[in-house]
Nanobody, 116 residues
């Protein structure tokens, strides 16, 4: 069973930065496609960013391109999301997901609030 624990969320002013972390356990981390999703109140959960291997290909939602960076350290079983130039519309609960083939696992989420 894979367990994912997110951290790093909080309250930040517009234009500020946060770094989210997601620590994984239970399976070989390097085999997983790791991604970050977010869900704002009243909206569907959406993909923010994904990374396929350490130092490998990445994908981003258009709304975060140029502002967010996803990375991973397989030696630490951790994936990160560096978020810069945050906007109020980035406010959401951010979830980490690990995909091992057809098996997907989710973290509990961490709240990010961007407000002055």
């Amino acid at each position: 069973q894979v367990q994912l624990v997110e951290s790093g969320g909080g309250l930040v002013q517009p234009g500020g930065s946060l770094r989210l972390s997601c620590a994984a356990s239970g399976e070989t981390f390097s085999n997983a496609i790791m991604s970050w999703y977010r869900q704002a109140p009243g909206k569907e959960r959406e993909l923010v960013a994904a990374i396929y291997s350490e130092g490998g290909d990445t994908d981003y939602a258009d709304s975060v391109k140029g502002r967010f960076t996803i990375s991973r350290q397989n030696a630490k079983n951790t994936v990160y999301l560096q978020m810069n130039n945050l906007k109020p519309e980035d406010t959401a609960v951010y979830y980490c997901k690990a995909a091992y083939g057809f098996n997907h696992y989710w973290g509990q989420g961490t709240q990010v609030t961007v407000s002055s």
